[in-house]
């Protein structure tokens, strides 16, 4: 366990379902992040949140919809999805500041769209 | 347009020393990272430079060029669990956004 705690691991969904994601860090860091990771691609920033503010919307579809209720937990709504969407979502956490501490990752959702 | 280069795949054997490069175009700078990522698992954090020169963690050591927009990680005595995709990231200096841009990352295979 990394202290950046994802579910569910693996999410296999129909285009017209609507599924959530969750993370979850108690670290005390105030910045959360949501990540898309595809194959042979780099680590795509979707969202960021700082002290449960939205500071980041990187162009992302707005079939993917973003909550942060408090500074420990972040959601990813997910409705009406398409292939194309099928990766690996990695939620990260951070201090304000990354400075030398860096971000810390969850194992992520490998999530599929049939 | 913001990119970070690195080589796609590199295969070295147990004991040996390798180097990753990373290269950098991006709209701001606060630093150079690295992260460790074993297949299926989380990105881990390895490193960090803020400044010119070189940073040592153990077996892993980590350098920077901000004049030429380059970094490398080295890992020396190399082991079977090394075998990773490692990354590098760059700090943005978007606003007042705390985000990192990723690199397409490097498929370390260590042979033995």
């Known amino acids: 366990e990394t202290g950046v705690t994802q579910t569910p691991r693996h999410l296999v969904m129909g285009m017209t379902n609507k599924k959530s994601l969750k993370c979850e860090q108690h670290l005390g860091h105030n910045a959360m992040y949501w990540y898309k990771q595809s194959a042979k691609k780099p680590l795509e920033l979707m969202f960021v949140?700082?002290?449960?503010?939205?500071?980041e919307n990187n162009s992302v579809p707005s079939r993917f919809s973003p909550e942060c209720p408090n500074s420990s937990h972040l959601f990813l709504h997910l409705h009406t999805l398409q292939p194309e969407d099928s990766a690996l979502y990695l939620c990260?956490?951070?201090?304000?500041?990354?400075?030398?501490?860096?971000?810390?990752f969850g194992s992520g959702t490998r999530l599929t769209v049939v | 347009g913001q990119s970070l280069e690195q080589p796609s795949e590199v295969t070295a054997v147990e004991g040996a020393i390798v180097q990753i490069n990373c290269t950098y175009q991006?709209?701001?700078?606060?630093?150079l990272s690295w992260y460790q990522q074993h297949d299926g698992g989380a990105p881990t954090f390895l490193s960090y430079n803020a400044l010119d020169g070189l940073e040592e963690t153990g077996r892993f050591s980590s350098f920077l060029s901000r004049s030429d927009s380059y970094g490398y990680l080295l890992l020396q005595e190399l082991q079977m669990k090394d075998s990773a995709s490692y990354f590098c990231a760059v700090r943005d200096r978007g606003g007042a956004t705390n985000k990192l841009i990723f690199g397409t990352g490097t498929l370390l295979a260590v042979q033995p």
């Open positions: 991006t709209s701001g700078f606060y630093g």
């Open positions: 990260a956490s951070s201090q304000e500041r990354v400075g030398p501490y860096g971000y810390t």
């Open positions: 949140y700082n002290f449960k503010e939205q500071t």
